[in-house]
């Protein structure tokens, strides 16, 4: 993704937030036209995600517990963890793009 002010930003900071999104959003016109909405809807399906993988990571060894080899049930809980760093590194990731897209701007501080 280009960084904000870069010529075509917007344009691959829109792109990333869609591949974030079930594909049924790139349907929605009032999406496509104002990226700062995509950006929440992004947030709130990412928020989601996290959610739903965090609760199978706790409830996955009760619930499956007879129905898995052990083996199964390690490599389980390793996909919920792997799968939480991941929404967890796109949600910050969102929360950059949105407040990019709402006009803010980083500045670094020594």
């Known amino acids: 993704m280009a960084p904000p002010g870069a010529p075509g930003w917007e344009r691959t900071a829109v792109a990333w937030l869609y591949d974030l999104v079930p594909p049924d959003y790139r349907s929605h016109e009032v999406?496509?036209?104002?990226?700062?909405?995509?950006?929440?809807?992004?947030?709130?399906?990412?928020?989601?995600?996290?959610?739903?993988?965090?609760?199978?990571?706790?409830?996955?060894r009760v619930e499956l517990a007879d129905q898995l080899p052990a083996d199964a049930m390690e490599a389980a809980i390793s996909a919920y963890e792997r799968e939480g760093a991941r929404l967890g590194r796109a949600a910050r990731g969102v929360e950059v793009v949105a407040a990019a897209l709402r006009g803010e701007r980083w500045v670094p501080r020594l």
Request: hydrophobic share 55%.
């Open 31 to 60: 999406l496509r036209r104002y990226p700062v909405l995509l950006a929440r809807f992004a947030a709130d399906h990412v928020e989601a995600g996290l959610e739903a993988a965090r609760a199978g990571w706790r409830t996955v």
